[in-house]
């Protein structure tokens, strides 16, 4: 307890030193040595002679207080780090989406240590030459996010949805989140290229949030009026990956608000089994349809349905179990690192950031509601055991699996008995689909 | 900063209308068209299985083709069960069989003698 209290007293008081000196000096000067002034300009003459006798080691240990994280310390990045922090207390205590957190979190950490900015140090994720800028380079250029739908698509199996394809309409109608935000986003002052990589949110898929905002919302494209766009991509990949893992947490209020207990004990047909022909039929058919109607969705569709061969046609079971495995782990430790870092205080804690979590929230809301209210239409044309539970409808947004699991979840609390996992995965894999389709329609539109 | 926050509705052209109407059609339009796909492979599949059927004579008008998953699942188990129960019945004959040559090593006596106690006789 002794060591304790003594190194958060050490800790404390580096933090009031912290904000005490920054505040005192000023950088001034454009090489990368820099000449340190008085900010008030009114030094006076005894202490001008005060620092012309002050030791060699005196300015060595100064220049190193002032390169180090106490003297650059902003009140952001406290946030920053506490943020973070929060993070990994989230994936480690409640295991919310613990592979996709840890490595954020630590990014956001590490995104947020403050350091001297002009000392041309090349440490920021923003700094061209940095190791973190290079990785990041995946992020920006959209390289990452198709690398982890090949992963998905190897893992995933379809054949739920095979089984009852009628079920594909509900990861259709989850879409609306999407259009809704982008609308929305416009009527709060954003571009539309950024309304509509915004919009993605409510997609609830990490990697398509971060492919058509590293294309429509980076910070480099020129729109017609002249203006740069803004670089969203860290509020929007944050957004998006927080309100996935958070799936537990806002999906079950909008599905016990919009079916009742009835609707909820609905017991679906078991699904039938599905052949190895239309197994390996399907990501043929699905990529030479889909690329054919959205061309811009190729880089992520085109890996889904590949991953997907790749495990079906039995005959690269190598090639399979690395994009399921090794691949996707490596990735997603990036992908997850870079995004965490590129939440730097300066360019994360903005007005536009805290209004894209907001109608990130909207969106995923929308979009659960979508689900769930075309289901309960869909009963309506539906007789006997072909019903099916509206609750599924939820799993439309496409964060897989954890919408699906929800739905069990709330199926089993309804009924011990009635296992909807199954059911729920067909429109959870076709929500990939849908979301996938929409960023390509959005980037055809507003590139 | 929250009350900085304006909601302009003018922002909303006709382009971003079109966009977000026309966008999720083609997105709803691209599952239902799977859909359909879907819905007539298996149909397509199982036309050359009732042709094989009626050959052989299996089934006059063969009905619903689709097996469901828990009854795959119990045939499996059966089959599995009577396998490794046919196991258990085997002709219980012996099959070690007698080999030509009498002579080998491990059945010789003078390797069955332990040299060690007698050194300790000794």
Redesign the interface.
């Known amino acids: 307890m002794k060591k304790l209290l003594t190194v958060i007293g050490i800790i404390s008081i580096l933090g009031l030193l912290s904000f005490a000196f920054p505040k005192t000096f000023e950088i001034t000067g454009t090489g990368t040595e820099k000449e340190i002034t008085a900010q008030d300009g009114n030094v006076s003459g005894s202490n001008q002679a005060d620092e012309m006798t002050q030791t060699d080691a005196g300015k060595g240990i100064s220049k190193f207080f002032r390169y180090s994280g106490f003297a650059n310390a902003t009140p952001g990045h406290l946030v920053m780090l506490l943020v973070g922090l929060v993070f990994i207390f989230l994936a480690i205590r409640f295991e919310y989406e613990p592979l996709l957190l840890i490595p954020i979190g630590v990014g956001i950490l590490i995104g947020n240590i403050p350091f001297m900015l002009e000392s041309g140090l090349k440490l920021g994720i923003y700094e061209e030459g940095s190791v973190m800028n290079y990785l990041y380079f995946g992020v920006t250029a959209g390289i990452y996010p198709p690398l982890i739908f090949l992963g998905i698509g190897a893992m995933t199996d379809f054949s739920s949805l095979i089984s009852n394809p009628r079920l594909m309409l509900l990861g259709a109608a989850a879409q609306v989140g999407i259009f809704i935000t982008f609308i929305g986003a416009l009527i709060l002052g954003f571009y539309p290229a950024e309304a509509g990589a915004i919009g993605i949110i409510g997609g609830a898929d990490g990697p398509t949030a971060i492919f058509l905002s590293s294309k429509l919302a980076n910070g480099i494209n020129i729109l017609p009026d002249g203006t740069t766009v803004r670089n969203l991509i860290g509020p929007i990949a944050i957004a998006a990956y927080s309100y996935m893992a958070l799936v537990p947490v806002i999906q079950p209020p909008i599905m016990r608000l919009l079916t009742n207990k009835k609707e909820r004990l609905i017991k679906m047909k078991p699904p039938r089994a599905v052949t190895k022909l239309e197994k390996i039929l399907f990501p043929i058919i699905g990529l030479l349809l889909t690329a054919f109607i959205s061309p811009s969705s190729l880089p992520l569709l085109g890996m889904l349905f590949f991953g997907n061969l790749l495990k079906e046609s039995g005959v690269t079971k190598r090639l399979a179990d690395t994009a399921r495995n090794s691949m996707i782990d490596i990735v997603t430790i990036l992908l997850g690192l870079t995004v965490g870092a590129s939440t730097q205080a300066d360019v994360f804690l903005t007005e536009q950031s805290m209004l894209i979590f907001v109608l990130g929230a909207l969106s995923f809301m929308v979009a659960t509601a979508g689900g769930l209210i075309f289901a309960k239409v869909m009963n309506l044309f539906l007789r006997g055991e072909n019903k099916i539970n509206p609750l599924i409808g939820a799993a439309g947004v496409s964060a897989v699996p954890d919408s699906a699991r929800v739905v069990q979840t709330m199926g089993l609390k309804e009924d011990p008995n009635n296992h909807l996992l199954m059911h729920a995965m067909a429109p959870n894999v076709s929500g990939v689909i849908g979301s996938a389709v929409a960023a390509g329609i959005l980037l055809s539109f507003l590139l | 900063?929250?009350s900085?926050?304006?909601?302009?509705?003018s922002?909303?052209s006709g382009?971003?209308?079109t966009?977000?109407?026309?966008?999720?059609i083609?997105?709803?339009?691209?599952?239902?068209?799977?859909?359909f796909?879907?819905?007539s492979?298996?149909k397509l599949?199982n036309i050359n299985v009732r042709q094989k059927l009626k050959r052989q004579g299996k089934c006059e008008d063969c009905g619903d083709l689709?097996?469901?998953?828990?009854?795959?699942a119990a045939i499996s188990m059966a089959l599995y069960l009577y396998l490794d129960e046919a196991h258990d019945e085997e002709s219980d004959v012996i099959t070690i069989k007698r080999i030509s040559k009498q002579y080998t090593p491990w059945s010789s006596k003078i390797y069955s003698t332990n040299t060690y106690f007698r050194t300790l006789r000794r």
């Not at chain 2, 900085?4 to 509705?9: A, G």
């Not at chain 2, 689709?66 to 795959?72: A, F, K, S």
Request: proline fraction near 2%; hydrophobic fraction near 65%.
């Open positions: 900063m929250l900085e926050i304006q909601f302009d509705l922002n909303v382009f971003s209308i966009v977000a109407v026309v966008g999720y083609i997105v709803f339009a691209a599952l239902v068209m799977l859909f796909i879907y819905s492979i298996p599949i689709h097996i469901e998953g828990d009854v795959n």
